[in-house]
């Protein structure tokens, strides 16, 4: 089955900065990579997707690269804001359409120093 | 937007008990739904997979006959943990399936948090 492994597992920025978070997974049919925003006790929020038929797709301060070749995928958040502190994790999956079963990277702490 | 509910939010219960969950997509159609649990801070570990009308699709590992799973409507289904012990507590997420939009995005409930005494 497939596995994703999600690096680094907490990351300090400064405000203004940029962050990266970084995702490998293994099985070579997943095509649907969503982001997702976790805030304390709350449930996760969608922040980007891409889908392998694509390298990048960015929103705002949000962009999203795949590797397909590679197997991995890259969160990148530009001009950080303490806003953006919270726990993001990457997933993998078939396209949603397909039934979309995901599996979640053990997630990355952000903290956005102000 | 698409929502999704759980209901209870929290809930204690004592140890051998069981207690059950509710998660509703409100204004959509969900075919599938899956089941989460998270314990405090780790990833989401998909429990099963809940499809309307037929049985659950357990994860490995996962005991079907301890986390009852039914999803009987289009926008309903239920988690029910029995014989509940402390080992259980953690927050459980459900997500609903759009199945009736073309994006058929995965939509988050607000977790309910198990803690069992």
């Known amino acids: 089955g497939e596995n994703v492994e999600q690096h680094p597992s907490t990351l300090s920025v400064q405000e203004g900065d940029s962050a990266v978070i970084k995702c490998t997974y293994s099985?070579?049919?997943?095509?649907?990579f969503p982001w997702y925003k976790q805030e304390l006790g709350k449930r996760p929020q969608l922040i980007i997707d891409?889908?392998?038929?694509?390298g990048e797709k960015k929103d705002q301060r949000i962009a999203v690269t795949l590797n397909k070749t590679a197997k991995h995928f890259s969160l990148h958040i530009t001009e950080t804001q303490p806003e953006d502190s919270a726990v993001y994790f990457c997933a993998a999956s078939l396209l949603p359409e397909y039934g979309n079963k995901l599996v979640f990277g053990a997630g990355t702490i952000l903290r956005v120093k102000s | 937007g698409a929502v999704v509910s759980q209901h209870p939010s929290w809930v204690i219960c004592k140890s051998g008990t069981s207690v059950k969950i509710e998660c509703r997509s409100l204004d959509f159609q969900a075919t599938t739904m899956f089941w989460y649990r998270q314990f405090p801070k780790q990833s989401l570990m998909l429990m099963a997979t809940s499809n309307e009308g037929s049985k659950a699709t357990y994860e490995q590992g996962v005991e079907k006959d301890k986390f009852l799973i039914n999803h009987a409507s289009l926008t309903l289904s239920t988690l029910t943990v029995t014989s509940a012990h402390p080992e259980d507590s953690s927050f459980y997420i459900c997500s609903a399936r759009a199945t009736d939009r073309a994006e058929h995005e995965q939509y988050f409930g607000p977790g309910t948090r198990l803690t069992v005494t």
């Open positions: 099985d070579s049919a997943s095509n649907y």
């Open positions: 891409i889908r392998s038929n694509v």
